[in-house]
């Protein structure tokens, strides 16, 4: 990604044409809605491009990201009658597992309840 070639000094860039921390918020805030929307799309194309960029958001801001990915995917994981979002989530967990795991301030356990992740999360 450019933003980490950036940020490491690996690529050369113009200061005025640097990433910015806002530039890089805007960036994930622009697109979060669209691809919450496009993860449970019924054409697999879009689903699976929805899914690679839900990643990238989510390395590049996982504070804004998966909050709302798993406010979107638990409902859809308890709820069996529309398969394709069942799969959607399992895949969406899939890409954001390493996140997940890398992310620290996330709550290691959810007290047996996946609401108590977003009662947490506000508190913070």
Known sequence: MRWNREQSGEMEVPAERRLSEPLKRRFVLCLRDVIFMGIYAKSSTAM???????????????????????QRIYPA????????????????????????????????????????????????
């Open 48 to 70: 699976t491009f929805s899914l690679s960029t839900l990643q990238g958001l989510a390395y590049l801001e996982p504070h804004l990201i998966l909050p709302g990915a798993l």
């Open 77 to 124: 994981l308890q709820g069996l009658v529309e398969v394709h979002r069942t799969t959607s989530s399992l895949r969406a967990m899939q890409v954001l597992s390493r996140v997940i795991t890398r992310t620290k301030g996330l709550p290691l356990s959810y007290d047996n309840s996946p609401w108590s992740f977003f009662a947490w999360y506000r508190c913070q």
